[in-house]
């Protein structure tokens, strides 16, 4: 599993880095898991639902892949019992669902006491300018699921309109490069491997040069897509308002 999971990452293009701001993994956790550093990785139900995220991510079936790692780690975890708990809560017994009604009626019930309480006083022992904190009820969506939990928590994405917008450039291999960013030239040569460079903007980068899959980006921090197969000629336009769609999907 280790190995397959190396491969479709490689064949798609993608780095390490790109596949953990995608899934919200650190680097550190996909390198010991496509290394098969089984000991190296979280436990229990991150363990599963890490290994579900990062297949998902480079385009294998998350559940075959889920498996597979099960046939080659016998013992570790119990992977094809537990692996819909990764998308679904256990069931609730129904004792536990009286309690909920109970504690639902009362969450209702208070605030709704002390609103009347408040607001049928008389004026003269109510504080001027200042209201009762009361907390509304919880509604279900809100409510907590097992999803992935990155050790670093979630960031949220800035929206497209959001300035500046930045773009990181990074190159895998020797190739040429040219890039524009708001009709003006920032760079055109020949970049070696492992260089980068931050480019700013306000309305589009333009890119161009020799080899497309030597070039990877992020934009505000979001991992962007291969702009070609390597050898393939690069020629690629990306605006402030339509960026999102160059960026890898969570």
């Given at each position: 599993m280790a190995d397959r999971l190396k491969e479709a990452r490689e064949a798609r293009g993608l780095?390490?880095?790109?596949?953990?701001?995608?899934?919200?993994?650190?680097?550190?956790?996909?390198?010991?898991?496509?290394?098969?550093?089984?000991?190296?990785l979280p436990s229990g139900l991150y363990r599963r639902c890490l290994v579900r995220a990062v297949a998902r991510e480079v385009g294998l079936d998350p559940e075959q892949a889920l498996r597979e790692f099960s046939d080659e780690n016998p013992g570790q975890d119990q992977v094809q019992e537990?692996?819909?708990?990764?998308?679904?809560?256990?069931?609730?017994?129904?004792?536990?669902?009286?309690?909920?009604r109970v504690l639902a009626a009362i969450g209702a019930v208070v605030p709704l006491a002390v609103g009347v309480a408040y607001f049928g006083s008389t004026p003269e022992r109510r504080t001027p300018g200042t209201l009762p904190a009361l907390s509304a009820p919880r509604d279900a969506a809100d409510s907590w699921r097992p999803e992935i939990v990155p050790a670093g928590g979630f960031s949220e994405a800035p929206p497209p309109a959001a300035r500046p917008v930045s773009m990181l450039i990074t190159v895998s291999a020797?190739?040429?490069?040219?890039?524009?960013?708001?009709?003006?030239?920032?760079?055109?040569?020949?970049?070696?491997?492992?260089?980068?460079?931050?480019?700013?903007?306000?309305?589009?980068?333009?890119?161009?040069?020799?080899?497309?899959?030597?070039?990877?980006?992020?934009?505000?921090?979001?991992?962007?897509?291969?702009?070609?197969?390597?050898?393939?000629?690069?020629?690629?336009?990306?605006?402030?308002?339509?960026?999102?769609?160059?960026?890898?999907?969570?």
């Open positions: 780095s390490h880095r790109q596949i953990a701001d995608a899934t919200k993994l650190s680097t550190r956790v996909i390198r010991a898991l496509e290394e098969g550093r089984v000991d190296a537990d692996a819909a708990s990764c998308a679904r809560p256990e069931p609730v017994p129904a004792t536990g669902m009286v309690w909920r020797r190739c040429d490069l040219r890039i524009v960013a708001d009709g003006g030239l920032v760079a055109g040569r020949v970049f070696e491997a492992g260089e980068s460079m931050q480019v700013p903007f306000g309305g589009a980068v333009e890119l161009s040069g020799s080899n497309a899959g030597a070039v990877q980006f992020s934009i505000n921090g979001r991992a962007g897509r291969l702009l070609g197969a390597p050898g393939e000629p690069l020629s690629a336009r990306i605006g402030r308002d339509d960026y999102p769609l160059f960026l890898v999907s969570r």
